[in-house]
């Protein structure tokens, strides 16, 4: 995929919003503009579906595509001297427990700052483009694609005032598995989960590139979530 990806000036990927996750992350390094075609069930990441996909191909060869620049997290896992190679998505990183039915503990630092020891089933730190997907479930807001700002949703909370905050996307966030019995797992757009060792910190940041994300010359972040989420009203 990589070695595809570097040849490439526009990735057409047909399939769903996993499909396009999967292709971030096959890609790693090398970012390349993405037009994504539904043929999944939801699409919100595609902006064209299997009924429309001629029109889209003509948009292509007549260059009338926009693109969004979407900012992508950098993620790394660090347990003293150690630590792993960065580690890139586009929706977000998510900490969580493991099979056990239990809670866990996430000290959790952003520049440095302490911000507050997260006792729930997990946390996920989101951009924009994630912010409609887990983190929306989660409880957390939706976020402008442009907004330039990060969520952390932290995921059924035992303390009730624990509630989603959002932070500049230039800010550092570290998280530590401070819970001494219980394992935690680290997730990038739903790929392989990855042991978190007890005193392990994931530090996450503002990956230095972004993500070209096509779209139809008549599309708006807006309408689509009109369409997507199904909202409506007296206006819509």
């Not at 952390?152 to 570290?174: F, K, M, Q, W, Y």
Request: charged fraction near 20%; aromatic fraction near 6%.
């Amino acid at each position: 995929m990589a070695e595809l990806g570097a040849s490439a000036d526009l990735l057409v990927v047909a399939g769903g919003d996993g499909t396009i996750l999967h292709v971030v992350g096959q890609l790693g390094e090398i970012i390349k503009p993405i037009f994504g075609i539904n043929v999944g069930s939801l699409g919100f990441l595609t902006c064209a579906s299997s009924s429309t996909y001629r029109e889209a191909v003509e948009c292509i060869a007549r260059d009338r595509i926009n693109f969004s620049q979407r900012a992508l997290l950098e993620a790394r896992v660090h347990l003293g001297d150690k630590r792993t190679g960065k580690m890139i998505a586009l929706n977000d990183a998510v900490l969580s427990r493991g099979e056990l039915s239990r809670l866990v503990l996430l000290r959790t630092r952003v520049n440095g700052e302490p911000l507050t020891e997260f006792n729930a089933d997990g946390l996920i730190v989101a951009t924009p483009t994630g912010s409609t997907a887990y983190s929306l479930s989660a409880g957390g807001p939706i976020l402008d694609p442009e907004s330039g700002v990060f969520v952390i949703t932290p995921i059924c909370p035992h303390v009730l005032t624990n509630r989603s905050i959002i932070v500049a996307e230039g800010s550092i966030i570290d998280i530590e598995a401070s819970d001494p019995d219980y394992p935690v797992f680290l997730t990038l757009d739903g790929r392989t989960p990855i042991h978190v060792e007890r005193g392990s910190t994931v530090t996450i940041r503002k990956a230095k590139r972004t993500l070209p994300l096509a779209s139809l010359p008549d599309a708006s972040f807006f309408s689509v979530v009109r369409q997507k989420l199904k909202w409506s009203g007296s206006n819509v």
